[in-house]
């Protein structure tokens, strides 16, 4: 390598800490799981984890500050999903495509997975990262960007609409 040559460092940018190579091996599979439950579709959630590790590792520097970095990157992996899913809607007018259930990470009562899947991704993604991730209510609310308030009343319907169609299918 000559003098006039780039480094490496200086080609890819600077190169994010281990800290984050730490982080994304203990965190990428519970954002995974959690979106995988958020938005039934396996391969979206793998997708949108991926994309938003990418740019966690892009803005680690900033990321890592944060007082929930998990949170920022589920928030990222939501948001990205969510355009992905209208693009998707938009290009495939009129035909109805069908989400494939995370068979593994449904809950083992048959009836509560149906129920869960018929929440709207709103209220669904309070009830992962609630009860699921077992986060606080202002973990919830950092992480999708909402008010406190926001997180109880979308948990408080959320559970009121598991309990009725939970019982509905018994």
Do not use: H
């Not at 900033?62 to 990205?80: A, D, Q």
């Not at 973990?139 to 960007?145: D, I, M, R, S």
């Amino acid at each position: 390598m000559t003098a006039d040559e780039p480094t490496a460092e200086q080609v890819v940018g600077t190169l994010a800490p281990r800290d984050f190579e730490d982080f994304y091996r203990s965190r990428r599979e519970q954002v995974f799981r959690g979106l995988a439950l958020t938005l039934r579709d396996r391969d979206l959630a793998a997708d949108a984890t991926d994309e938003a590790m990418a740019r966690a590792y892009q803005r680690w520097r900033s990321v890592s500050g944060y007082n929930n970095p998990e949170g920022w990157v589920y928030r990222v992996g939501l948001n990205w999903a969510r355009s992905r899913m209208r693009r998707t809607k938009r290009e495939v007018r009129g035909f109805r495509l069908e989400d494939r259930p995370a068979a593994e990470l449904t809950p083992a009562d048959p009836s509560l997975a149906a129920a869960l899947e018929e929440l709207p991704v709103e209220q669904r993604a309070v009830v992962v990262l609630r009860c699921y991730f077992d986060w606080s209510t202002e973990q919830v609310a950092k992480a999708l960007g909402v008010p406190k308030g926001t997180v109880k009343s979308r948990l408080a319907r959320a559970l009121e609409r598991l309990e009725s169609n939970v019982e509905v299918a018994r």
